[in-house]
């Protein structure tokens, strides 16, 4: 598509699914592959798109933005005069980064991305490693079948690679004898698609899930649920739906990141790099948390692991421990 078609398509896109609070001086946009209503990755990158709005700025937003209009919603954004645009995914780097030249005012600020284009382009993101490895020796220790099963998309992705193969690596670790089987679907926000694959999973004995998906993780709690297994969340609304079964929720908090680097960008600081958060960063922000009501985790887990939890966390932050999983420690199946 060339880049009239590109500018057509945006405005289109534009006149579907976009809404924009107007107000004067600078203004930010988002762009999310889902819904902002999907209690999960959408929900999360809308959460910090009011945190920008708190600091005085403008906003406007798209959902459901289908891949093939990413760079033509980008370009749309900024020739409207956007000073930051968002995109909600790493899927969106390479649109930020086709469009970026040609808006060097603009900061393009990708979350979930793990690149940066100097110099206006940047990445942000919390260490999926980190709490990648501490899913994987969580449900390796709550696991009576010694088997463990997580559904994940966007296969290849950075931090898809690093959270689900962090997943397999520890888990590994903490219980050798483990199996720890990796499902791949092909619709973040299919959550039909998230249960068939959890229900598959369980059905080959998996007893503790978990993953990375946006609407889709819906599925995967609803068959931990329907089957009496354990699970790891991505929203605390989760903890509502299966008290029983979730065993934490990982929350992250993208307000904070998006608020640090939109910050920047209004006092006139562009990046072009990428950051990421962590234990190590918790005198700013660690990017995310464990959540389970008042605590990190359900009353289930006993005193013995979350105390290794704990113990994890204060080795990540010392940089006593570095995760570095390949695609290979990613790979679907068992």
């Given at each position: 598509?060339?880049?009239?078609?590109?500018?057509?398509?945006?405005?289109?896109?534009?006149?579907?699914?976009?809404?924009?609070?107007?107000a004067d001086g600078m203004k930010a946009a988002m762009?999310?592959?889902?819904?902002?209503?999907?209690?999960?990755?959408?929900?999360?990158?809308?959460?910090?798109?009011?945190?920008?709005?708190?600091?005085?700025?403008?906003?406007?937003?798209?959902?459901?933005?289908?891949?093939?209009?990413?760079?033509?919603?980008?370009?749309?954004?900024?020739?409207?005069?956007?000073?930051?645009?968002?995109?909600?995914?790493?899927?969106?780097?390479?649109?930020?980064?086709q469009v970026g030249p040609d808006y060097p005012k603009?900061?393009?600020?990708?979350?979930?991305?793990?690149?940066?284009?100097?110099?206006?382009?940047?990445?942000?993101?919390?260490?999926?490693?980190?709490?990648?490895?501490?899913?994987?020796?969580?449900?390796?220790?709550?696991?009576?079948?010694?088997?463990?099963?997580?559904?994940?998309?966007?296969?290849?992705?950075?931090?898809?690679?690093?959270?689900?193969?962090?997943?397999?690596?520890?888990?590994?670790?903490?219980?050798?004898?483990?199996?720890?089987?990796?499902?791949?679907?092909?619709?973040?926000?299919?959550?039909?698609?998230?249960?068939?694959?959890?229900?598959?999973?369980?059905?080959?004995?998996?007893?503790?899930?978990?993953?990375?998906?946006?609407?889709?993780?819906?599925?995967?709690?609803?068959?931990?649920?329907?089957?009496?297994?354990?699970?790891?969340?991505?929203?605390?609304?989760?903890?509502?739906?299966?008290?029983?079964?979730?065993?934490?929720?990982?929350?992250?908090?993208?307000?904070?990141?998006y608020g640090a680097a939109a910050a920047d960008a209004?006092?006139?600081?562009?990046?072009?790099?990428?950051?990421?958060?962590?234990?190590?960063?918790?005198?700013?922000?660690?990017?995310?948390?464990?959540?389970?009501?008042?605590?990190?985790?359900?009353?289930?887990?006993?005193?013995?692991?979350?105390?290794?939890?704990?113990?994890?966390?204060?080795?990540?932050?010392?940089?006593?421990?570095?995760?570095?999983?390949?695609?290979?420690?990613?790979?679907?199946?068992?």
């Amino acid at each position: 598509m060339g880049r009239a078609g590109r500018l057509l398509a945006a405005i289109v896109l534009g006149l579907v699914c976009t809404k924009v609070a107007r107000a004067d001086g600078m203004k930010a946009a988002m762009l999310l592959p889902g819904s902002i209503n999907d209690q999960s990755w959408n929900a999360l990158g809308y959460s910090g798109l009011m945190k920008i709005k708190s600091l005085g700025i403008a906003t406007a937003y798209s959902e459901n933005v289908p891949d093939s209009d990413d760079t033509a919603s980008m370009e749309d954004y900024a020739r409207q005069g956007y000073g930051i645009i968002l995109g909600h995914s790493g899927r969106f780097l390479s649109a930020a980064e086709q469009v970026g030249p040609d808006y060097p005012k603009v900061q393009f600020i990708i979350g979930g991305g793990a690149g940066g284009q100097a110099p206006n382009v940047m990445s942000i993101d919390f260490n999926n490693a980190e709490f990648g490895c501490q899913i994987g020796v969580l449900a390796a220790r709550m696991s009576k079948t010694g088997k463990v099963g997580g559904v994940y998309g966007l296969e290849g992705l950075p931090n898809i690679v690093a959270q689900a193969g962090a997943f397999r690596l520890c888990a590994r670790k903490a219980r050798p004898d483990i199996t720890v089987t990796i499902i791949y679907i092909k619709d973040m926000e299919d959550a039909a698609s998230g249960k068939e694959a959890a229900l598959s999973l369980i059905a080959n004995g998996a007893d503790v899930l978990t993953g990375k998906l946006n609407a889709a993780m819906n599925g995967v709690i609803a068959a931990a649920k329907e089957k009496g297994v354990y699970a790891t969340a991505r929203s605390v609304d989760s903890i509502a739906t299966a008290p029983k079964q979730v065993l934490t929720a990982l929350v992250e908090h993208w307000g904070d990141m998006y608020g640090a680097a939109a910050a920047d960008a209004k006092a006139g600081h562009l990046s072009g790099s990428f950051v990421q958060y962590g234990y190590a960063t918790a005198d700013r922000t660690t990017g995310a948390n464990f959540v389970y009501g008042s605590g990190e985790f359900s009353p289930a887990v006993p005193k013995p692991v979350v105390d290794e939890l704990m113990a994890m966390q204060k080795t990540f932050a010392a940089g006593g421990m570095k995760i570095t999983p390949t695609r290979e420690d990613a790979r679907g199946g068992s």
